[in-house]
């Protein structure tokens, strides 16, 4: 099993597009690779169509097909997708939807089973209610049970960073928690192997003006976390994006 991460810009007289890419395996058969893609049309400043990309390694070809948003409990009208994870044939992707009419944006799951060809969505209360913000940035599955991290704003505080779980590979979710109500910060990515998970991202020091690269580590399949920032030496802030 890999990861290819490969951030590009691709531009023509009608789509600017930018790329956030992670390729993970689906089966051995059929060989599918899925790919996230947010495409902007210019001139439309709030249209962010979702695209997925599968590739056929056997036949060196690949497909797009546009991803649906919910239409509750909000009205989404765009969104962005960061991270995806596949398991037992089962691919999930998370990131954002927003409303552009309301001042919030909630956790975006979207999950495909099977060959690719059709997506399903759904979208994540914020833990601090209907008005708060959260983002999902990173997803790791073990089996059928999944953990997604990111982080979430309310209207005074934050960001903190938070996760949500499936048992089922998606079909049900908990609800989003915070990993601390003090600590405020970002996870950027995880990844579990067995009962052990570690997601790493940044936490924001001296109130907010620097931040430094931390882990957030679980022993028991996510069912408690410990924080760990780790201490500059030599540098003055930094942040972590991935983890294998």
Not at 128 to 136: A, D, H, I
Not at 137 to 165: E, R, W
Request: with cysteine.
């Amino acid at each position: 099993e890999g990861v290819v991460c490969a951030p590009a810009q691709l531009h023509d007289a009608v789509l600017e597009t930018t790329d956030e890419v992670e390729v993970r395996p689906v089966a051995v058969d059929p060989p599918l690779f899925p790919a996230l893609r947010r495409t902007v049309v210019e001139g439309v400043a709030d249209l962010y169509p979702l695209i997925a990309y599968n590739s056929n390694v056997r036949t060196n070809s690949w497909t797009s097909l546009q991803l649906p948003l919910p239409t509750s409990p909000l009205n989404f009208t765009w969104g962005l997708l960061h991270a995806v994870d596949c398991s037992n044939n089962t691919c999930i992707a998370v990131g954002r939807f927003v409303d552009t009419s309301q001042p919030t944006a909630y956790g975006a799951i979207e999950i495909s089973t099977g060959v690719r060809t059709q997506w399903t969505a759904q979208a994540l209360t914020p833990p601090s209610g209907p008005t708060g913000y959260s983002t999902l940035y990173g997803i790791s599955c073990v089996q059928n049970h999944c953990i997604a991290v990111g982080d979430s704003v309310d209207a005074f505080f934050g960001p903190f960073p938070m996760f949500t779980s499936t048992n089922d590979l998606g079909n049900t979710w908990s609800a989003i928690t915070l990993l601390s109500s003090t600590q405020a910060g970002t996870l950027k990515a995880i990844k579990c192997s067995g009962n052990t998970c570690i997601a790493v991202g940044e936490y924001l020091v001296n109130s907010g003006t620097a931040n430094y690269p931390g882990s957030a580590v679980s022993i028991d399949s996510g069912n408690t976390w410990s924080l760990n920032p780790v201490t500059p030496q030599g540098f003055q802030e930094g942040i972590f994006n991935g983890i294998t």
